[in-house]
Every structure is written in C-alpha cells, then in structure tokens.
C-alpha cells in the first residue's frame, strides 16, 4: 500500500534511475522534497545537477524546460500550486503545445508538468483552483488527471516516456489516500495512459468523473446503492485526448449520465462530455446528461470550500433529477 504522494515520487525515483535525462525541476524540488513532499530524498539520490530547486519563476522554468527537451533532455517541471501556473500560461500554450507542429514534426518536446490541483486542503488564494479546461483546450498538449497512487505512479511513468508534452494532474487532497500499486507495467490494472477506467460497474446511471471527485462519486453510488439504485462510475483519466468509446459505452448501457468536477460547471469540461454523450448517445439517453462542479465564483476562502465543492448531498441529487427526468 502506497500514498498517492509516495506512489509519485517512486515513479519519479523509477524515472530518473532508468533515464540519464530525466531532470526534476521546479521551486523548492530538491533540499526541501517540495512543499508535499512529494520529491523527498530525490535530490540526495541524483544530485542538484539532475533535481533542481529553481528561482520561484514559473514563466522561467517551464521556458527553461522548453529549452531543455529540445537538447534531448526529458525536463519534469513542478508548479507548487495549481494557480501558480499563469505566468507559465505563454509558455506553455504559444511554444510547449505548439513546437512540434510548428517544426513540421521535426521537434519533439517531452515536458512533463506536474500541477498539485483542486480544493479540500483549506488553502488561501490560488492554491485551490481546478484549470484543467484551460489546458485541455490547447492543441497538443496531453493532459492527465491522477485519482489514485495505482494512476498516479503508473500514468507519470507513462508521461515521462512520452515525446509528447503533458499537464499532468495531481488532486492534493488525495495525497494522503493510500493504494494498491502494481509492480510490473504487464499488469493488467496499467492501463494504456489515454484510457478511462470503470471503477465501480453499475445499470441505472453512469457517473463520469475525474481527480477530486473520483472519491465522491464511489461514495455517492455506495450510498445510492443502499437504495436500490445501481451507478457506474467511470474515471476519465486522460482529459485529452478523452476516451470518449468507454464513455458512450457506458452511457448506451445505463440510458443516463451525470458528469461531476470540480471546476466551475460554466466553460467546464463537463459542458465537452455532455456534449459529446448527446451527440452519439442521443437514441440511448432516458433524460438529459447532468453536470455537477464548482459554482462560477472565485475560489472562496477556506472557511466556506465545503459548500463550494461539489459533495455527496449535491451529487446525488443531480442523480435523483436525472432518474426521475
């Protein structure tokens, strides 16, 4: 059994062992093993040269990263906080997504971006933001969302060994969540990094789901499951590209669909799964597809997150509405 933060970090260990040009860099990575701990003792295994404790300039690190994979390197880069990632939003969209199409294929960049995400932890101001729609909207960036240490040490592997650029998603309430973790990738529980994972099978209405509210939701069908109704919850894992087979399947099956996150419902990705569920479900849907997320407010103080954050209550009354649509 592993934490989720403990999963990442042998999965980093893993990386930087089996690939000279792995480098881990970000603010306070290496002396301190980062403000979760999730880089303990990786400085003192592979050097300052190889585990880097930068300036605190996210524009400056994901920019130095850039430089860096385009040297052959395979530069992972931790933004402390979700909402640190702004001044790094240029870099990121105008040059890390666009490189590679802009060299005709000629230039890879394989930068990986680790982002501690969401709410639950009673943090202040930008340290609980959920932006996964912002990235997900960028053309060739990979983006993907870890629930638990199985996803977590197995899709960063995964990401690290893509040529491809990934924001890669890491829910900070969770950190402390234990789990099993496979020991080999031949294990059928690795699953391939842009697939959804069916969690919990159910008939009568399919949950879909990511990060944060991965947990909510199991225990929202737990509780529905008391009264008879029967949920499929489906983690969608990559954010893009979206395995959007394992969800229509899904959905045909149940007739009814409810998307949960974190972030606002408005401009959410949600508004893409439902969307996307009424365009090949349309015959199959019994009510309309439901969304259930943040409200379209700033992330309030820490005081009042619990009525911010999508819960149990609010869950399962989405469900209720959709089962008695």
């Known amino acids: 059994m592993l934490t989720l933060s403990h999963a990442i970090n042998r999965a980093l260990h893993h990386e930087l062992e ?14 301190s093993g980062g403000v979760f701990r999730v880089t303990d003792g990786l400085q003192k295994d592979f050097g300052a040269d190889r585990v880097i404790d930068t300036p605190l300039a996210e524009a400056g ?9 385009m040297r052959g390197y395979r530069p992972v880069c931790e933004i402390q906080f979700d909402g640190f990632v702004y001044p790094a939003f240029s870099q990121i969209t105008s040059q890390l997504a666009k490189l590679h199409a802009r060299s005709g294929g000629r230039i890879t960049v394989p930068v990986v971006i680790r982002i501690p995400v969401s709410g639950g932890i009673g943090a202040v101001e930008h340290h609980s933001e959920s932006n996964e729609a912002y990235f997900a909207h960028t053309a060739g960036l990979r983006v993907m969302a870890a629930a638990t240490p199985q996803d977590a040490h197995w899709m960063l592997r995964q990401a ?16 402390w969540s234990k789990g099993e973790v496979a020991e080999s990738a031949d294990d059928p529980l690795v699953l391939p990094v842009d697939a959804a994972r069916t969690v919990r099978g159910g008939t009568d209405l ?22 008879g109704r029967s949920l499929e919850v489906v983690d969608l894992r990559s954010l893009s590209p979206i395995d959007t087979d394992t969800l229509v399947a899904s ?11 974190e972030a606002p419902t408005f401009g959410g990705l949600g508004g893409e799964v439902a969307a996307t569920l009424a365009e090949r479900c349309f015959t199959a849907l019994e009510a309309p597809v439901t969304r259930v997320g943040g ?10 997150e619990e009525h911010y954050r999508p819960d149990l209550d609010r869950v399962l009354d989405a469900v209720d509405r959709t089962l008695d649509f």
Request: hydrophobic share 50%; glycine share 8%.
């Open 61 to 69: 690190i994901v920019g130095t990263a850039i430089g860096l994979a």
């Open 206 to 227: 399919t949950l879909l789901t990511w990060g944060s509210m991965v947990e909510t939701c199991l225990s929202a069908a737990a509780a529905a499951a008391e009264e």
């Open 295 to 304: 409200f379209n407010v700033p992330y309030p103080a820490a005081r009042l």
């Open 251 to 261: 959905v045909r099956r149940t007739g009814r669909a409810v998307v949960v996150h």
């Open 18 to 31: 089996s690939d000279p040009a792995v480098m881990v860099m970000g603010q306070d990575v290496g002396l």
């Open 160 to 175: 690290i060994e893509c040529d491809d650029p990934v924001i890669f998603f890491e829910p900070k309430c969770r950190y």
